[in-house]
């Protein structure tokens, strides 16, 4: 299984205006003077025909580096066994989750490339 505090993710060439007609949208509240941030959210579990988790794309402007991060759907609380794969027996939902991750992170060109840098600048 995919653990995900270990890996770092790249988009090349990242602006402003590839971020927005992509489906991103400034974050006010990541943002500050050290640069702009967009996030991209997306449905990547249901039950029940109803939305219950959703993952966050976080890009630093001009950085090229994207954090991923999965929801419960419409709040900032973090889904606990997405970080803890260790724990419990989520293997089948997790590889759901990954697999739409997967496919939204290739749409939009998007690279696993290493060690993550920057993500506990942008812990909630």
């Known amino acids: 299984m995919i653990q995900v505090d270990n890996k770092k993710y790249v988009k090349q060439n990242i602006s402003k205006e ?10 006010k509240t990541l943002s500050n ?11 990547v579990y249901k039950y029940e025909g109803f939305i219950v988790l959703e993952c ?18 419409s709040t900032t609380n973090k889904y606990a066994p997405f970080y803890y794969q260790e724990y419990g027996n989520y293997d089948k939902m997790l590889e759901c989750i990954w ?5 939204v992170i290739k749409k939009l060109g998007i690279k696993e490339d290493g060690l993550k840098c920057w993500y506990k600048i942008m812990q909630r």
């Open 18 to 27: 590839w971020l927005i007609a992509n489906g991103f949208h400034y974050n």
């Open 33 to 43: 003077e050290d640069g702009e941030v967009y996030t991209y959210r997306f449905p």
């Open 56 to 73: 966050e794309l976080m890009a630093k402007l001009d950085e090229g580096d994207v954090l991923i991060n999965v929801y419960e759907y």
């Open 99 to 103: 697999t739409k991750i997967n496919k």
